[in-house]
Every structure is written in C-alpha cells, then in structure tokens.
C-alpha cells in the first residue's frame, strides 16, 4: 500500500491564484508567487505544494516554461509537486466567477483533456519521484459521476503510456466531497490515490463567503457552537476510508481551510481538531492556501497563530 509519508505528499500548501483563479497577466504570474515564497514555505514543515493550474495557462506561449519553473523551485528547495487541473475547456467547479460548461458532453473537449494529460505526462512522466497529477478540480454534479469515471480511467491509461509510476490523484462529485469517494471506480493500479477535499462545517469554515448562495454571508458562527470534533469528521471520512481500505489505496486531502472571516483563535482550533483525525488515519492533505484568496495561510493577520497552526496541518 502507498505511504504517502514516504512519497512526500503527506502534508502540504496550495499556491492557489498564481495560475488558476487569476487574470491570467504576465504581471501578476511574474509577481504572485517567486522563488521568495517557496524559501518561506520550506521552513514551515511541509514536503509538497498542491499548483492549481487552468488550461488557459496552457495555451500560453511560455505556459509549461512556467510550470517548468515552478517544479525547479519545488526541488531547489526541496519540495515535491502536486500539478491540480483545476479548470478545463469546457468545465470549471466555480460557476460564480467563471463559466464553462460541455465538457461531460462533449467529445472535443474530453480529447483536449487527453491532450493536456498527455503532455504533462511526456514532460513530467519521468520526475515520477517528486511530481504527481490531479486529473480534475472538484467535480460538481451527481449526474457527471458516470461519465467522470470513464473519462478518469481513459486519461489514466494515456498517462500511463508516458508515465507508468507517477501517483495520480481522482476526486468524486459534490467538489470532492469526502462522502462521494465510494462512488469511484476501483483505481486504475497501484498508484492511484483517492482524493477528497473537506471544508466542513461550510457554514463554518466559509462564514461571511461572497461567491456561493450555499451561504448567508451575515451569519456568523464561533467554533465552541459548531459541534466540530474530531467524532464529527471520522464520521464524514468514514466511508471514503471503507472505500480506500477496500480497494488497498490511500486519502488525500487536496484542500482544506478557514476563511479570513474566523478570528484566527477558532482557525487554529478547527485545523487542531482536523489534523488529529488525518494523523490517525493517515491521510495526506494540502492546505488552501498559503497566500489571498480569503483563506491565506501567510496573511499577516495569523502572525499571532500560525507557527501553532503550521504544527497542526
């Protein structure tokens, strides 16, 4: 079984708005994130980045020059490398800010989606030691399941072509939801991880959010009156656990967090709870997000609280 300790894809940080959920500008790629952050994140006790990456970014020019980049500093500084697909043409999980739709529908952009994986797949495939992939960001509908789970194992086996031992992360419907892991299929082989995303309770960790009608962005919720414990999310994890136990594979854990809302107190007191509950069952996991977005690990107003909180990631 995989040991995700071992591979070096046990605890991490999303870089999150450098090349995804941006506006896509020389400035702001060249500025975001510099060899300056990655020296800041290999002194906070991790051993991998998570980069979400639009397809966008790979119609660049100088798009996979940038990703080439963003994998030297990993190794300059000793950190491995997650690259997360988090948008593709024809579908993105966030249709409040972005639109694409067709993609579980459409031919043409399932073949394009082959394309990009393949390509990673020829460039990356032999940096299987420090490099692994995550076929797609946050599958959103129930109804996509069938075809998701399809097309998941069509572009594993194209990967596999060039790739033979890279680890490749697939998440389920609901945006990952822990709860919707034991719909996937048996994984592909031996190096597929099942991958889930936990931002639960939302009405906690996303209070005051902006960009969902999941929310009352005026309602708001202190940690002591939201009956988070440890109990609460080994009860969530528990069937995506069964699911990885069943089919001998492991849990990673691509996002997790707390708004900027929460007084930094309770965020620490959430990331304490949910860190015991990955240690005991050993899950790999990845923070959003080291810098903005609404859930920046680095913003100043966690000075007072994140040494405590990098501990407990």
Known sequence: MLNLEQKGFYKGVNLGGWFSQCDYSPEKMDSFITE????????????????????????????????????????????????DLHKT???????????ETGFFENKIYQEHFYNIWESFAKRYGKKSQQVAF???????DACYLPVWNQVADT???????????????????ENNSPETVEYLNPPYDDNIIYNMHCYEPLKFTHQGAYWTDKINPDERFCFEKSNITENY????????????????????????????RVNPEDILKWFQVIHRVFETYKIGRCAWNYKALDFGLSDARLNHVREEILKNL
């Not at 979400?52 to 980049?69: K, T, V």
């Not at 572009?155 to 419907?173: E, M, N, Q, T, W």
């Not at 528990?238 to 691509?254: D, E, M, R």
Request: proline content about 2%; overall charge negative; hydrophobic content about 40%.
């Open 36 to 83: 300056q952050d990655f020296k800041i994140i290999s002194t906070w006790g991790v051993d991998h980045v998570r980069i979400p990456i639009d397809y966008n970014i790979l119609e660049r020019e100088d798009g996979f020059a940038r990703i080439d980049n963003a994998i030297a500093m990993c190794e300059a500084y000793g950190l491995h490398t997650v690259l």
């Open 89 to 99: 043409e024809g579908f993105s999980f966030d249709n409040y800010a972005e639109y």
């Open 134 to 140: 995550e076929l797609l960001n946050e599958v959103t």
């Open 155 to 173: 572009c594993i086996k194209r990967i596999r072509k060039f790739a033979p031992d890279v680890l490749i992360l697939v998440g389920s419907y």
């Open 233 to 260: 999310f080994e009860q969530l994890f528990a069937s995506a656990i069964a699911k990885a136990q069943k089919h001998h594979t492991v849990l990673y854990c691509g996002e997790y967090g707390v708004i900027d």
